[in-house]
């Protein structure tokens, strides 16, 4: 198929692409933006089939570099900005990124990387967008037409698990996973996709590709801001987003009694199921939320409620993409009946090609065409996925399986918590004991016997938290994960209540 940018500029070049701060760009000035930086990074050795990694948080330059480097046929590798030196080194080192491309404000840990691999090209972002004279745009020519089976990109999977594996994602994963999503949320003229998490993850990156395989407008802000959010959704004619389910609360905080215009029409939400209370509130404020079920692993999306809030089941992630086969597997590997849980697998055409140089944990993953995704659900009667936890998380406490999401759903619902995280931590007696971190709501300090009094009304015993810990915050990942890891870890030190 033909490159996307290049074909989309030639398609619509006077349609708005990108708004991101100062900088408004048509397709035909993206696309002319775009071959500069491809000419200077050939200029500095970067040919087709390098690895090219950046480190940099949301801007117009970053938007340049993820369509220039494709266009020399290299392979993309964002980075995580939040990460420590030791982490992105060894990303660096496994990915065998021979440039890296950073920001302003992550020049002091760029410095660190160049000492210590000293093989490693290090080129400023600013360096390969500013304005400057006349470039061999010969140079950056690249491929005209897009090989489906070419490793477009390398995203590195968070880690909440275990050391991070670096996906290798294909340009038809990419496409479609584009594809499938237009075909569920369906497409307009006038759509205008705001991007407000941060592009070095999947869903980020998909907003971007997207923008120039439907033809639409991208606009990029460079950090989560609820009150830059609500006004681009006021002034701006943002039509979908996506955010995670503290995100959606804090654009409810920020805007007050205020509705939301009808021209708001989907509004993607992928951290696992929103609590029922939020997405309560949600809808009746007017605020289109659509829950949505995905992984690095598969491009983003693997299912999505519909956007016609009469077909949304409550508590399901919808249905899976119309080029998706999903089904879910017992501890055997056999296919369960629909409402009983069980590992979801996936197959299809946005499915990774696997794990770049792992072929022990692609192996894993990858089984007879089905990715193996660790994540626990059901299908019920009706063909909706139900997402239940990670197999990771799962607690097993005296024979007893505990998904620590329904018991979070019941201690958010209390009126005195904001925020709950159940985990496990080992027990000689019962194998796990079920332990949650509360984040009490400002001024309304709930105690351990009162939450565990609610708890017992609303699930069975085995399912009540044993021991209680108030926290001002929980840990999360960039991409908004819960890190119940992390609570895990420091439960041993931690001073505990209830």
């Known amino acids: 198929m033909p490159e996307w940018l290049r ?13 991101c701060g100062d900088d408004r760009w048509d397709f035909a000035e993206l696309d002319r933006r775009v071959s500069a930086v491809a000419g200077r990074l050939a200029m500095r050795g970067i040919s087709s089939g390098d690895h090219v990694a950046l480190l940099s948080t949301n801007s117009s330059g970053f938007v340049q570099f993820v369509h220039a480097v494709p266009r020399l046929g290299a392979v993309l590798v964002p980075l995580n900005v939040r990460l420590t030196v030791d982490e992105v080194a060894w990303q660096l080192a496994d990915s065998r990124a021979t440039c890296l491309v950073f920001d302003e404000g992550n020049e002091p840990t760029a410095k660190d990387l160049g000492d210590r691999l000293p093989s490693l090209t290090c080129v400023t972002l600013a360096d390969l967008t500013r304005p400057q004279e006349h470039i061999d745009l010969g140079q950056a020519a690249g491929p005209s037409n897009i090989e489906c089976s070419a490793v477009h990109s390398v995203i590195y999977t968070s880690g909440t698990t275990g050391q991070p594996k670096g996906a290798m994602l294909t340009y038809g994963n990419h496409f479609w996973s584009a594809a499938a999503s237009a075909q569920n949320l369906g497409l307009r003229s006038d759509d205008c996709w705001l991007a407000c998490m941060p592009l070095f993850h999947v869903g980020g990156l998909a907003i971007l590709l997207r923008g120039v395989i439907y033809g639409n407008t991208v606009i990029v802000h460079e950090s989560f801001d609820p009150d830059a959010v609500n006004n681009a959704i006021d002034h701006q004619g ?8 503290n995100m959606l609360l804090r654009i409810l905080e920020s805007r007050g009694e205020r509705s939301f215009p009808a021209s708001l029409r989907c509004v993607l939400a992928g951290d696992g199921p929103v609590p029922e209370p939020l997405l309560e509130k949600c809808r009746s404020r007017g605020l289109p939320v659509v829950q949505t079920y995905g992984l690095t692993e598969a491009a983003s999306q693997v299912a999505t409620q519909s956007p016609d809030s009469h077909q949304q089941v409550p508590g399901s992630a919808g249905r899976p993409f119309a080029n998706t086969d999903l089904r879910i597997e017992s501890d055997l590997g056999e296919a369960v009946p629909s409402g009983e849980p069980g590992e979801i697998v996936v197959r299809g055409p946005t499915v990774m090609s696997g794990y770049l140089r792992n072929p022990e944990a692609t192996a894993k993953a990858l089984r007879d065409g089905w990715l193996h995704t660790g994540d626990i659900g059901y299908i019920d009667a009706h063909g909706n996925l139900h997402v239940l936890d990670r197999r990771d998380d799962l607690i097993v406490s005296g024979g007893e399986n505990v998904y620590p999401a329904e018991v979070e759903e019941v201690l958010r619902s209390h009126p005195a918590v904001l925020d709950a995280a159940a985990f496990g931590v080992p027990d000689e007696r019962w194998g796990q004991q079920l332990i949650a971190a509360i984040v009490p709501r400002p001024g309304n300090m709930p105690t351990g016997e009162e939450l565990t009094a609610y708890c017992r009304t609303r699930l069975a015993s085995y399912k009540v938290p044993k021991q209680l810990r108030f926290v001002p915050q929980l840990p999360h ?4 994960k819960l890190l119940r890891r992390t609570l895990r870890e420091e439960w041993p030190n931690a001073t505990q209540e209830g």
């Open 7 to 19: 074909e989309r500029a030639r398609l619509s070049p006077e349609q708005p692409a990108l708004v």
């Open 477 to 480: 990942s960039s991409s908004g």
């Open 238 to 245: 943002v039509t979908i987003f996506s955010a995670v389910s």
